[in-house]
Structures are given as structure tokens and as C-alpha cells.
């Protein structure tokens, strides 16, 4: 059990478009969600905190208008890079916590973001 | 601020050898997490360790959590090749916040 996906697992986008990245829980329901971007060989860093039904929250120094968060169901929350540019390329991680499981956050495959 | 510090950042050692990974955070958290990172690959959930004094061992690892000194190790005993990987460590922000903060990490390199 706990087993959480990302979609797609790679992409590669020009400079001003958006890109749409999926998290699901695939076996748990997750009312909350959270958004990790890495840089290579650099640790993970909390973006943002997805919440069903309600807006997410951002960490401090995360633009909100440019990382759109939505958390439409209890098994999905979807992360969209508006206007992305070649600073935005990174691998970005989503968890989902896990009630079930003492709150434990159970980590996606990951989604490599190439901006050319 | 929560602030994570792992130290060594690197690590190579020999097959065989022991050793151990440092991890030290700034305030007070009600768990702290190790997590293991192969290149290009997202993060495979260690341990959770929850109270002062607690010891989990999976293997060849052993972690501890020592909450008075807001440390914790993670101790490997006789290395093997397989070990080799990105180590993490992960607090939360205490008072039921589960909003996590890393470490820096340690890459393990274990030398045949």
C-alpha cells in the first residue's frame, strides 16, 4: 500500500509555455499533498502544501501565481509551472500524507522539468 | 527557523567498514525521518523515529534519536556496495506540523 505516482515522469517544454504535473495517491485517500523541488545534487525543498478543497499555502519565497496548485479530489493534486523558463528546469517530488499511516507522507517518482 | 545539518556531506568508504552519518536540527520536532536517494530517483523511506532514545536497524543500518541533543545518527555496519546513495534526513515542525524540512544530505560512496 502507499503508493503515490507522478505524471508525466519527464518533460521537456520551450521557454513561456506551462506544464501540468500530476500527483495521485494511488491505494490511500490524501487530503493533504505536499510540493518538493530539487536541484541537482542539492536536498529537497518544500514549495507548497496542497489541501483539498481549499487553496494551497506557500513556503515563503515561492511564487504562488507562477506554481499553481490544485487539490480537486482526495487522490489527485496537480502542480502547474506557468510561463516556465530555463531557471524552473528541476526535479520535482510530491508526497501524500498519510492518515492512515501516522501521518506519514509517502514520496512520488518524481518528475524531471527540462526548460529549454 | 527549523534548520537540518547532516554532516559528512560526502562519504567514501571501504566494503566492510562502519560508519556513521550525523544529523542535527535547531528546534523541536515530533519525528524525524532517514530517507535513501539513488541517482535520478525519487526518495525510499528508511525510518521514522518518533520518541527520545529510540533505535530502528533495517539490514545494515541503525538509526537513533537522541531529542535532548536534537541529534540523530544513522550507523552502517559493514558496508557493501549497495549502500551507495544520497542519504537524507528529514524533522517536521513540531506541534503536529508535518510540513518537513531535509537535511543537506550525505552521499555515500562505498569502494569494493
Known amino acids: 500500500g502507499a503508493v503515490v505516482s507522478q505524471h508525466p515522469s519527464w518533460v521537456i517544454c520551450k521557454s513561456g509555455t506551462s506544464v501540468k504535473i500530476e500527483c495521485r495517491s494511488l491505494d490511500f485517500q490524501a487530503t493533504t499533498m505536499f510540493w518538493y523541488r530539487q536541484f541537482p545534487k542539492q536536498s529537497l525543498m518544500l514549495m507548497a502544501t496542497s489541501n483539498e478543497g481549499s487553496k494551497a499555502t506557500y513556503e515563503q519565497g515561492v511564487e504562488k501565481d507562477k506554481f499553481l496548485i490544485n487539490h480537486a479530489s482526495l487522490t489527485l493534486s496537480t502542480l502547474t509551472v506557468t510561463s516556465a523558463h530555463p531557471e524552473d528546469s528541476s526535479f520535482y517530488i510530491c508526497?501524500?500524507?498519510?492518515?492512515?499511516?501516522?501521518?506519514?507522507?509517502?514520496f512520488g517518482p518524481g518528475t524531471r522539468l527540462t526548460v529549454l | 527557523e527549523l534548520k537540518v545539518e547532516q554532516n559528512p556531506l560526502f562519504l567514501s568508504m571501504q566494503e566492510g567498514k562502519n560508519y556513521t552519518i550525523y544529523c542535527n536540527y535547531s528546534t523541536t520536532s515530533d519525528r524525524l525521518y532517514w530517507y535513501r536517494q539513488d541517482p535520478g530517483k525519487s526518495l525510499e523511506s528508511l525510518f521514522v523515529?518518533?520518541?527520545?532514545?529510540a533505535v530502528k536497524q533495517e539490514g545494515r543500518l541503525m538509526a537513533s534519536l537522541d531529542t535532548k541533543a536534537r541529534l540523530s545518527t544513522l550507523h552502517i555496519t559493514a558496508a557493501v556496495h549497495d549502500l551507495s546513495a544520497t542519504y537524507f534526513c528529514a524533522v517536521d515542525r513540531g506541534f503536529g506540523n508535518e510540513k518537513l524540512t531535509f537535511g543537506t544530505g550525505t552521499r555515500l560512496t562505498i569502494i569494493p
Open positions: 508526497s501524500a500524507l498519510a492518515t492512515y499511516a501516522y501521518n506519514e507522507q509517502f
Open positions: 523515529l518518533l520518541s527520545n532514545g
